[in-house]
């Protein structure tokens, strides 16, 4: 049933009548500055990438559909006649990055522009028509449109872009039921288009010119990266929020933007309010601004929206990444405050594990990241701040306190000084290499501990998770490599590059220099650490995670270099795992973690789109919450706490307040269970 009065329909898709329709009169134009950028982009690419880059017709195909796929990812707009007609940058797009001969390149997108104008404005005046949204019949929308075919014609479009505009309007209605109303509704949907359209209407030439060097660089490898000058300027607060922001780092995914982690010790690390795999829909100012639906806007333009002075209050509306229905959104609130080293810096605690009647105690020591003050260290301050140094005096403390054995928790730690990681390991050897750095001309630097001397040489085990990146997997690798303790926890984030950044006549490019490769000649790059013993998890490697980056580059070898193994724990491996597994299956968290994982995964998979009707969109979504609910309750039912009466509230549930003295969070969970594997494993090797 159409939603609308014919009439009005015809007259708004005669808009659409149009076979090939000319470029923009205003349509954004290329400057020489911009030409210059492109060909110097070319020449980083050809002489600077780590990569061999060959800027032929294969990449010009490559590039081509990337370009249209930064432009129109969801096969929304674009019709199959609109890519036919620019299919010659197929085989020239080298060309116009190698020659700066840009102009096919931008009236593709005065093309795309102008399609996505008047979609917002048919949207606009279907708004205004009226709001008799029918909720009823058999209706889904698919979720993911990435590998559909282009739209042969309007009559295409204008269907899913009706399903698009029911589906709005029904989430609009179940996710903010105080204001299920039509007029409520068509008021919120029409400003939402609105804005989209007056941002759309302000592009410029050089908003056009980063989409065009985005869909080049995204070929080569997900890190490289232009930058515009305005972006330059701000490169450190738009990509971390770390001076006076939230600290989390974000991108874009498909029509969302993504938390994909946080900075250790930053507000929204700090409050729980965040995590990883959260999608934002909205932000607003102070305790009661507007909140402005983010969907599909650009990354740079909800940073600015997220960013502010420190003491100030943001609001996100985000969708938990646990969800599977995007209706079911809640909002956070954080204060903007300034990271400081002291809210990163490396911290100790004892743990008491009873066997047999006897408590055994464990050190561990949550280091955030890999950080110097380099400002002190170059000042020539003999006291300056370190991770290395912090360790090393949490170390010094838990040795007084007795500990059997020490557990270094690196979950979420996503890197930080190289120098740092080779310092770090050289607590716990006595000399020898850490890493191997391979340049784009093959050459390779070895990096590695001179000091004599281990600071602690007990038993050791590393904690890990999925965001454990770069520096960390530096360090686990090489504790791994020698034999020295086990990692235990989750494959890593598998970032194995080095990316420099470097000055253009207009703008700057981060380029991919240099790979990161193990003592063992194995890179990091792509398959991360894995651990001896593997802890489920929540993120997904398609969620988080170099795999899931485009373009990646790929796992190789190097030679190895000589060094000393300190012990055998792959000997243990079957015993110790035996052990965990039993642990595992009596532990209400790692139950409820092993369970709910599986349940996410398999939601997802199952979800490929989401019904139109409103009671079935209703049974679906009680559905998958009730799944979710009853094995949340089931963990709480164990430790003995109160159950929760809507899956919602299990976020809020392990707020610090209202915690019961014997709750044990899953993150508590893991740390608990690594300490006991370190007690194992120690035991074996007195043992044996």
């Known amino acids: 049933m159409s939603l609308f009065a014919a009439a009005r329909r015809a007259a708004i898709l005669s808009l659409w009548l149009v076979v090939c329709a000319p470029a923009l009169a205003d349509a954004p134009a290329p400057t020489d500055e911009q030409r210059q950028a492109a060909t110097e982009v070319a020449e980083s690419l050809r002489y600077g990438h780590y990569a061999d880059i060959n800027l032929d017709d294969e990449w010009s195909s490559r590039a081509f559909q990337r370009y249209l796929d930064v432009l129109d990812p969801q096969r929304a707009y674009l019709l199959s006649r609109d890519v036919k007609d620019f299919h010659d940058l197929a085989s020239s797009f080298d060309e116009a990055l190698d020659e700066g001969k840009l102009e096919r390149v931008y009236e593709l997108y005065a093309r795309y522009q102008e399609r996505l104008e008047a979609r917002l404005k048919w949207m606009i005046e279907r708004l205004d028509d009226g709001s008799d949204f029918n909720y009823q019949g058999n209706e889904r929308l698919a979720l993911d449109r990435e590998d559909e075919s282009w739209a042969q014609g309007q009559d295409a479009l204008d269907r899913l872009w009706e399903k698009r505009l029911k589906n709005a309007a029904l989430t609009q209605s179940l996710s903010a039921p105080e204001e299920d109303n039509a007029e409520d509704i068509v008021k919120t949907l029409r400003d939402r288009y609105e804005n989209q359209l007056s941002r759309v209407e ?115 509306d985000v969708i938990p990444a646990k969800a599977v229905d995007v209706t079911r959104t809640h909002t956070v609130r954080i204060t903007r405050d300034t990271v400081k080293l002291e809210d990163q810096a490396a911290q100790s605690e004892v743990v008491t594990v009873t066997r047999d009647g006897k408590d055994h105690k464990v050190g561990v020591i949550d280091v955030p990241t890999f950080y110097v003050d380099f400002d002190a260290w170059q000042a020539g301050d003999s006291d300056y701040r370190s991770s290395t140094r912090d360790v090393a005096k949490e170390i010094d403390k838990l040795k007084q306190e007795n500990v059997e054995g020490i557990v270094l928790d690196l979950r979420n730690n996503g890197g930080g000084a190289l120098q740092e990681a080779n310092s770090l390991i050289g607590l716990f050897i006595d000399r020898g290499p850490t890493v191997q750095v391979r340049d784009a ?70 380029l991919t220099r240099a ?140 707020d610090p307040e209202d915690k019961e003295e014997d709750d044990k969070p899953v993150d508590r969970a893991q740390v608990i269970e690594a300490a006991k594997i370190l007690l194992d494993y120690a035991h074996l090797k007195e043992t044996r």
Not at 266 to 276: Q, S, Y
Not at 456 to 475: C, H, K, M, Q
């Open 515 to 654: 790979k990161f490769y193990r003592i063992t000649g194995e890179s990091t790059q792509l398959r991360g650490v894995e651990p001896d013993i593997t802890f489920p998890s929540l993120i997904g490697m398609d969620e988080i995670g170099e795999s899931a980056l485009d373009n990646a580059l790929p796992w190789d070898k190097v030679r190895p270099v000589q060094y000393r193994r300190y012990g055998e724990p792959q000997r243990y491996l079957d015993t110790l795992q035996a052990e965990h597994d039993e642990r595992a299956k009596q532990d209400p968290n790692f139950v409820y973690l092993e369970r709910e994982a599986t349940l996410v995964k398999q939601l997802k998979e199952q979800r490929t789109s989401i019904s139109l009707n409103r009671e079935q969109r209703q049974r679906e979504m009680e559905a998958q919450e009730a799944e979710q609910l009853s094995l949340e309750n089931q963990r709480r039912k164990a430790l003995g706490l109160d159950q929760l009466e809507e899956w919602t509230d299990a976020r809020e549930s392990d």
């Open 441 to 510: 001309r093959g050459r390779i630097n070895l990096y590695g501990d001179s000091d004599r001397g281990a600071h602690y040489d007990g038993p050791l085990t590393v904690l890990v998770n999925r965001l454990s990146a770069s520096a960390s997997e530096i360090f686990a690798g090489a504790i791994q490599d020698y034999g020295r303790g086990l990692v235990v926890g989750n494959q890593t984030f598998g970032k194995g590059t080095v990316q420099t950044l470097n000055d253009l006549s207009h703008g700057q490019i981060k």
């Open 202 to 316: 302000q592009t410029n030439a050089e908003d056009v010119l980063v989409m065009f060097l985005s869909a080049v660089t995204g070929t080569v490898d997900p890190h490289t990266e232009y930058l515009s000058p305005s972006q330059s300027e701000s490169f450190d607060i738009q990509m971390k929020l770390s001076l006076e922001g939230i600290g989390a780092l974000l991108q874009s995914e498909g029509e969302y933007v993504k938390v994909s982690s946080l900075v250790p010790g930053g507000p929204a690390d700090k409050g729980d309010a965040l995590e990883p795999a959260d999608r934002i829909v909205a932000v607003g100012q102070g305790e009661d601004g507007e909140m402005v639906n983010v969907v599909g806007m650009r990354l740079d333009e909800v940073v600015d929206l997220i960013r502010g002075p420190k003491g100030s209050t943001v609001r996100l």
